[in-house]
């Protein structure tokens, strides 16, 4: 579940294994370059801890990031 703390919308993922966690980061990667909107994230091993938030507005939430967020968890289906 998406939770936002200190401006930003975060959520961390995890994953069967490193590749899994990174072909889901490969997938968020060509949406998000879609959207011209791109994440801050960390990956470790099976995990990848995702940050959004938009830099043009100050570093603060807005409508793009929520959009970028349900794009990243239909990836999920």
């Given at each position: 579940?998406?939770?936002?703390?200190?401006n930003k919308l975060y959520?961390?993922?995890?994953?069967?294994?490193?590749?899994?966690?990174?072909?889901?980061?490969?997938?968020?990667?060509?949406?998000?370059?879609?959207?011209?909107?791109?994440?801050?994230?960390?990956?470790?091993?099976?995990?990848?801890?995702?940050?959004?938030?938009?830099?043009?507005?100050g570093d603060i939430v807005?409508?793009?990031?929520?959009?970028?967020?349900?794009?990243?968890?239909?990836?999920?289906?």
């Amino acid at each position: 579940m998406w939770q936002e703390e200190q401006n930003k919308l975060y959520r961390r993922f995890e994953f069967g294994n490193f590749s899994e966690a990174f072909a889901f980061m490969t997938r968020v990667a060509l949406e998000a370059e879609k959207m011209n909107h791109h994440p801050e994230w960390k990956n470790v091993y099976n995990m990848v801890d995702v940050w959004l938030s938009t830099h043009d507005a100050g570093d603060i939430v807005t409508e793009k990031d929520h959009k970028l967020a349900q794009k990243i968890d239909g990836l999920l289906k």
